[in-house]
């Protein structure tokens, strides 16, 4: 677990004020159906989140920030954040 907020730390999806990003981990969670715009939503975040320099530059990190790009589906977002938990991040 990350100490509060450490420098660099990646922002939490709880904390993002817009309300675009809200709905769009809802619907993952619940496991609706994701319009193209919330997968570019949630790839954007996952994004942000993997790119934090407090996962440091470790092969599995490397890894995850080659393939956040690649997310188009709920499938593919499925498998990712099962990579990320296998290494301990957990962006949900």
């Keep these: 677990m990350l100490p509060p907020d450490p420098p660099g730390a990646p922002l939490f999806w ?3 004020t817009s309300g675009a990003l809200r709905p769009t981990i809802l619907a993952y969670l619940d496991g609706s159906d994701m319009t193209p715009f919330e997968i570019a939503a949630m790839r954007a975040y ?5 790119a934090s320099p407090v996962w440091g530059d470790q092969r599995p990190i490397i890894a995850l920030r ?3 790009g690649g997310l188009d589906s709920v499938a593919a977002i499925r498998a ?3 990579a990320a938990a296998d290494d301990g991040i957990d962006p949900l």
């Design 14 to 16: 709880m904390n993002e």
């Design 46 to 50: 996952l994004r942000q989140w993997i």
């Design 66 to 68: 080659a393939a956040v």
């Design 80 to 82: 990712w954040l099962e």
